[in-house]
């Protein structure tokens, strides 16, 4: 089956406009993780769905960033106001849920600040 | 403060030979440990994943040991092949598995 997809696979912006980033999680998966990974660092945890729910947004850099998901399944992240620290890659992984280990991850979003 | 720290940042290996990474974590509630393999421009991929309760878990030439009381854990890949070059990450959840913590990465390059 289809795994993880992310669009858009490169996106290009300038400073202070606002960008989306969206992610398809496999079907049937409850969970959704957003991370984000700067050139040659480690992965950083933004924030985690479990259904609709993001009980810890803990990890959000700031208020400029934003997430939702609906129906369970696609989920967006919004940059407000970007600005050049935030060029990275943005991950997004699901998987079945709690008590399920394993997160399938997308391609990744290549966002460029500018 | 970084939660989990990977060592060597990047390793060279000849073919054939035993590549050693190693992840150490300072949060005792941390009880899974996944290592992931990364290749450009794709997304990481789990590669091989251990619980506390045991010392070494072991998947085809790919081994995880687990030494809890010193809060480390490292992977090892034996008879190394030149398509294992890649990053690989170690990280580190709680039980709830909201949240992973990973590792700053490895890049490895296997010679021929």
């Known amino acids: 089956g289809a795994g993880v997809s992310q669009s858009p696979s490169n996106k290009v912006t300038e400073k202070g406009k606002d960008v989306e980033l969206r992610c398809d999680p496999i079907?049937?998966?409850?969970?959704l993780y957003w991370y984000r990974q700067s050139l040659g660092q480690g992965l950083e945890f933004l924030i985690y769905?479990?259904?609709?729910?993001?009980?810890?947004k803990s990890g959000l850099p700031s208020d400029r960033f934003s997430a939702e998901r609906t129906g369970g399944s696609v989920s967006t992240l919004t940059i407000q106001r970007t600005q050049q620290e935030d060029s990275a890659v943005y991950l997004c992984?699901?998987?079945f849920g709690q008590g399920t280990y394993e997160q399938y991850f997308g391609p990744g979003t290549r966002l460029t600040v500018t | 403060q970084q939660q989990v720290k990977q060592s060597p940042q990047s390793l060279i290996v000849q073919k054939g030979g035993i590549s050693i990474i190693n992840c150490a974590y300072e949060?005792?509630?941390?009880?899974?440990f996944p290592w992931y393999q990364q290749f450009p421009g794709k997304g990481p991929a789990l590669l091989i994943a251990?619980?506390?309760?045991?010392s070494e878990k072991k998947e085809g030439r790919f081994t995880i040991s687990f030494n809890k009381s010193a809060k480390q854990f490292s992977l090892h890949i034996m008879d190394s092949q030149p398509g294992d070059s890649a990053t690989y990450f170690c990280?580190?959840?709680?039980?709830?598995?909201?949240?992973?913590?990973f590792g700053s990465g490895t890049k490895l390059n296997v010679k021929p």
């Open positions: 079907s049937g998966h409850t969970a």
């Open positions: 990280a580190a959840s709680n039980s709830g598995f909201n949240k992973f913590y």
């Open positions: 992984a699901s998987s």
């Open positions: 949060n005792t509630a941390f009880d899974y």
């Open positions: 251990i619980r506390p309760d045991v």
């Open positions: 769905f479990q259904g609709n729910s993001a009980p810890d």
